[in-house]
């Protein structure tokens, strides 16, 4: 949707080098030109030259940080693209340049989808159903299954995974773009009405983490804690150690031949999501902290 308003796949793109495949599949797809540049292992990066070098700037606030730092006068007739998918809310619009901004729910809540999409420039609505997704009935289906599962001990464990492979697998064939469904719309407005207790639970498991991997975690400062990240060594080796206690810890993002970087084989997220108890994320830390002395052994 956005990328089909002004033309905007003619234009030139500025990149960062640490990024989802995702992105990189559409941008691709699309026959779009693009070049990047340089995230470092603390998640800053430097713009002062990107108006020279494109036409479209696409800018990721990772894990809910913003580090936006432009000359708004030299970049007043460009693209600002702002990713924002770590957070619940869009940010303020950057004024004098056409921006847009959007985020993803389903990426950072329990929510089976949704996103919001902010612009200061006409989008092309045209591309949009307001129908809700085919794979959403799915995935809270799986969600449902996966809770009596977890706390009732109904059905097996391949009952609920088997519905998440088949909604993920919807979702990954799905070409048209939908609105969001109205059960994650009424569970979004009870996320936002509890927003300050859902904020302090989510700063509090932050703190545990920095806490109990002071040394691995990577210092953020931010309105909405979604993940917190950690640079460790073994990443992979740490999480098939974290399987084995079923514990799934998800990596933002995975390597990618077509870019390099200096975090993509060390970096691992742990959620910091309120259906998760403060037991949860002690123990999360203390079976990482167990398997790292194991390996350096």
Not at 99 to 116: E, V
Not at 134 to 154: E, M, R, S, T
Request: glycine share 2%; aromatic share 14%.
């Amino acid at each position: 949707m956005i990328i089909s308003t002004d033309s905007l796949a003619c234009k030139k793109w500025l990149i960062p080098n640490f990024i989802c495949s995702i992105v990189l599949n559409i941008l691709d797809e699309f026959n779009i030109s693009y070049t990047f540049y340089q995230v470092n292992k603390d998640l800053n990066y430097s713009l002062s030259q990107a108006h020279q070098v494109c036409d479209v700037l696409y800018i990721i606030n990772y894990f809910g940080v913003r580090r936006i730092n432009l000359n708004i006068e030299k970049c007043k007739n460009k693209y600002i693209i702002e990713d924002n998918v770590f957070s619940i809310f869009t940010p303020k619009s950057i004024l004098g340049v056409n921006w847009c901004t959007f985020n993803s729910l389903r990426k950072i809540t329990h929510l089976a989808d949704g996103s919001i999409i902010n612009s200061n420039f006409p989008l092309n609505e045209n591309k949009r159903k307001y129908d809700e997704a085919p794979f959403v009935k799915q995935k809270y289906i799986a969600k449902y299954i996966k809770y009596d599962y977890l706390n009732f001990g109904k059905y097996v464990e391949r009952d609920y995974l088997d519905k998440f492979a088949k909604s993920e697998e919807m979702l990954n064939e799905q070409l048209q773009i939908y609105g969001m469904s109205q059960q994650s719309l009424s569970e979004y407005l009870v996320i936002v009405t509890n927003y300050k207790a859902e904020i302090k639970h989510r700063k509090l498991y932050f703190e545990i983490v920095n806490n109990y991997l002071s040394d691995y975690a990577i210092k953020i400062k931010t309105d909405f804690y979604s993940f917190a990240p950690i640079l460790i060594p073994y990443r992979n080796k740490i999480r098939k150690a974290l399987f084995k206690h079923k514990v799934f810890l998800p990596v933002h993002w995975p390597n990618d031949s077509r870019i390099e970087n200096d975090l993509s084989d060390n970096i691992l997220s742990i959620p910091l999501s309120t259906t998760y108890k403060q037991e949860d994320i002690v123990n999360v830390c203390k079976l990482i902290v167990d398997a790292l002395k194991k390996l350096e052994l």
